[in-house]
């Protein structure tokens, strides 16, 4: 993809998003339920990116990406709180899975995520088109 203005760069950062989602389908197929979870937090993360730009609002990392998210579309009830509180999880359990020692996801705490996570990438499509 080539990247010529903002608006491109909106839409890469969206197909990155549904890119990831597809990642993590695979990945649980074959029970990688860490990296699982790395690419559900990616996947949210690279949708709130598309919609930060979207609306013209720069970050610099993943706390500030989470942040302006918060301040910007849950604390005003553009998107639903639950999408909030998704995406601070998966951030809380990315850096679990990634970075602790000796721990290890399941089937059973990860398998529920992936249709909310569906849901979620959904929700910030409808706000960018």
């Not at 559900?40 to 598309?50: D, E, G, H, P, R």
């Amino acid at each position: 993809m080539t990247i010529n203005n903002r608006e491109d760069y909106i839409k890469y950062r969206f197909h990155r998003s549904e890119d990831s989602f597809d990642d993590a389908l695979i990945l649980a197929e074959k029970g990688k339920w860490n990296t699982v979870v790395n690419r559900l937090y990616y996947s949210c993360f690279y949708a709130v990116i598309a919609l930060l730009l979207e609306n013209e609002i720069e970050t610099h990392s993943h706390d500030g990406a989470r942040s302006q998210f918060g301040l910007h579309f849950i604390k005003t009830g553009t998107i639903d709180k639950r999408y909030g509180k998704l995406f601070t999880k998966l951030f809380d359990f990315r850096q679990k899975g990634d970075y602790g020692d000796l721990y290890d996801y399941d089937e059973e705490i990860v398998k529920p995520l992936i249709e909310e996570v569906k849901n979620f990438i959904e929700e910030i499509g409808k706000q960018i088109n």
